[in-house]
């Protein structure tokens, strides 16, 4: 693993639901890390939803493997600066030295 590569900061959040005082649950997403990481962009699409154009984007975060970064799941987000990504899997690489999290961006306009 070049790690010159992993040019950008991400953080990886997770949804800590709160409920208010009627019971209601909202979503409050908390960091659980703040890593380097290299972008790499797999896949875009766009289509037509609701008369309007919607855009895909699979971008797949590549990061060293550590302690912290192992018990990353599924249901956590990545943030990129203003940019939310959803955590659709993740892909260990290597012996046990780098983990590739393949991540959704969605946006309409």
């Not at 855009?55 to 799941?73: C, D, E, G, L, N």
């Not at 203003?82 to 306009?109: A, C, F, P, W």
Request: glycine share 4%; charged share 25%.
């Amino acid at each position: 693993m070049n790690i010159g590569y992993m040019d950008r900061r991400i953080t990886v959040q997770e949804d800590t639901g709160t409920a208010n005082v009627y019971g209601e649950v909202s979503s409050t997403w908390s960091d659980v890390a703040t890593v380097w990481a290299a972008m790499d962009i797999t896949n875009s699409s766009s289509r037509i939803e609701f008369e309007q154009e919607a855009a895909k984007y699979m971008v797949t975060w590549r990061i060293r493997s550590s302690t912290i970064s192992r018990a990353f799941t599924e249901s956590m987000r990545v943030k990129d600066g203003r940019n939310v990504y959803h955590i659709k899997s993740i892909v260990e690489k290597g012996r046990n030295d780098e983990l590739h999290l393949v991540t959704q961006k969605v946006v309409s306009e």
